[in-house]
């Protein structure tokens, strides 16, 4: 059986090029399918979040076809989080393309856990964080987890670009973001090529969306991670998203199990996550499900869990027992958890 | 250490941000709704409809007659992917798809027997192009096409426009043979064109 990590991979690359060729196979047929900006078959479709919310407040207006298709977005958005990040935005194969892929920042994300005495510990906690929070204290949890995530959102870079892009529009009176959104410029360049080739229409788009695209993704690389307006208003909803995120088998971990410094994981995410940081669960709120980690992991022991899980880093199976019955010495009697 | 206080840090770095947004949104707002085109059937007034266009070209490809393309950069950086018509590939038939996959009812319902009540724009002569003014009776193509009886004969035998009957499909715009029969003398205009209710109202009142 192929892995995870591959497959995940594969289906990412399928997903995206049946995106394109529905916007293709949308402007041959007159089928009406449309864009990523907005999508669907007649009347029933899905819009751009961050568009829909844009042209309410630049037209001062409920509009209720709108407001039913933000609604359904929502919902997507609160069960997958960011996975249109990896799954359907073509700026990340652009950027791939060019090789333009942000650096990683060396260890800056596991900056405070360097020496091996704190490696041991953190893998002793990791170990033994399953046990230690009994259900009692699990809403409690909840608060903070919420708090830390409310402060993360707020620290974000990308919080602010979508703030300052809902004022602008606000005041410009239209979507100003759709005018330079990547997404919306990668389909504008597929259609604009398509009416050049089918309708003889020529215009300097053909030209200047690509040009505007480049500037935005190839010459800038950490559009995704600093600017995007997309991901920082999915960032709100990926917090609350719980479902297949990745997670750590402690037992197989050369981390958790052995203690050894490893950060493939955090060095192969492009959000620059950091699967063994004590706030792992907080900064999952931003996963784009891309499955990289799973696919780079040196011992394949990430997984993408469909389930939500109580901790990143898990003992599964056997490990599970062997792992408490060894937190508790000779007293095998205790039952784990 | 007031510098690396991060409230007032971010105080001032928000301000900043607001500041500069307000700034961007005031400084686009002049060019929104200046462009004069032709807009779908039934589109809200121009700065409504800039308001609600989140230019993601579904109208454009539904259009079954592929009259709808988007605008291109040249017609404004602002209007750029907004769907126009353009008679060059077809004509409108009022079938309503535009306005029934639009995600943000930037297009409304129009009738095309009650042009009135709204319209694309309406169609003008140009006698210096038209190949029934230059030479009697050559021509009366448009005036046989007309789908709104919208165009009939003079007592020369040239086509007049009822302005009260068209609703500015494009038809006659699209079978008007003048850009073909002109183009040995570097004509590219057709005899017949349709413009936008302002235009049309300008060229009145001139």
């Known amino acids: 059986m192929m892995k995870q990590g591959d497959r995940i991979t594969k289906a990412r690359v399928a997903t995206l090029a049946l995106v394109f060729a ?46 039913i298709s933000l609604a ?25 393309f060019f090789r333009r892929d942000p650096k990683v920042e060396g260890a800056k994300g596991a900056g405070d856990c360097d020496d091996p005495s704190a490696l041991a510990e953190e893998a002793a906690r990791a170990t033994a964080a399953p046990a230690s929070f009994p259900h009692a204290c699990s809403a409690a949890r909840e608060v903070k987890g919420a708090a830390a995530s409310l402060r993360r959102i707020v620290r974000d870079k990308r919080t602010w670009a979508l703030g300052a892009v809902l004022v602008a529009t606000l005041v410009a009176g239209i979507p100003l973001f759709c005018l330079v959104c990547p997404i919306g410029l990668t389909f504008g360049t597929v259609g604009s090529l398509w009416h050049l080739v089918v309708d003889k229409q020529v215009t300097m788009s053909v030209v200047v969306f690509p040009a505007a695209l480049a500037v935005e993704l190839v010459l800038y690389r950490k559009w995704c991670m600093n ?10 909803f990926g917090h609350l998203a719980r479902l297949f995120r990745p997670r750590i088998d402690a037992s197989t971990c050369l981390r958790a199990s052995q203690g050894k410094p490893c950060e493939v994981c955090a060095s192969a995410c492009a959000e620059r996550i950091d699967l063994h940081a004590k706030d792992a669960a907080v900064q999952l709120g931003e996963c784009t499900r891309c499955g990289e980690c799973v696919k780079q992991c040196p011992t394949a022991s990430i997984r993408i869990a469909v389930k939500p899980a109580a901790s990143v880093v898990a003992q599964s199976g056997r490990a599970v027992q062997a792992a408490a019955s060894n937190d508790r010495g000779d007293d095998k009697s205790v039952a784990p958890g | 250490m007031p510098a690396s206080n991060p409230t007032r840090r971010t105080f001032v770095i928000g301000g900043a941000a607001l500041l500069a947004s307000v700034v ?53 950086f602002m209007q750029a992917r907004t769907p126009v018509l353009g008679f060059a590939n077809g004509s409108c038939t009022f079938c309503d798809k535009c306005r029934e ?3 943000t009812a930037a297009i409304g319902a129009v009738d095309p027997y009650a042009p009135e009540r709204g319209r694309i724009g309406a169609a003008i002569l140009h006698e210096d ?22 165009l009939s004969f003079d007592a020369g035998r040239r086509p007049v426009v009822d302005e009260a009957k068209c609703n500015g499909c494009g ?35 001139a």
């Open chain 1, 72 to 96: 359904v977005v929502t919902a997507f958005a609160l069960l997958f989080g960011r996975a249109w990040c990896a799954w359907g935005c073509p700026a990340p194969v652009i950027r791939k």
């Open chain 2, 24 to 76: 961007v949104g005031a400084g686009a707002r002049p060019f929104v709704a200046e462009a004069d085109v032709l807009r779908p059937p039934g589109a809200l007034p121009e700065s409504e409809f800039m308001a609600r266009c989140i230019k993601c070209e579904r109208c454009v490809s539904v259009c079954p007659t592929d009259v709808l393309e988007p605008l291109g950069v040249e017609g404004g």
């Open chain 1, 227 to 236: 600017l995007c307006p997309v991901a920082g208003l999915l960032n709100v």
């Open chain 1, 22 to 67: 529905a916007v293709i196979a949308s402007l041959a047929f007159d089928t009406g399918i449309g864009t990523p900006s907005s999508f669907g078959i007649g009347q029933f479709f899905l819009l751009c979040p961050l568009g829909g919310i844009e042209a309410l407040l630049a037209s001062k207006a409920l509009v209720p076809v709108t407001l």
């Open chain 2, 171 to 205: 038809e006659c715009v699209r079978i008007c043979p003048a850009n073909v029969f002109t183009s040995f003398s570097g004509g590219k205009a057709r005899g017949i064109e349709v413009v936008t209710e302002k235009t049309f109202r300008a060229g009145e009142g």
């Open chain 2, 129 to 150: 192009r038209c190949l029934a003014f230059l030479e009697t009776n050559s021509c009366g193509i448009c005036v046989d096409a007309c789908p709104y009886e919208a």
């Open chain 2, 101 to 103: 996959v639009c995600p």
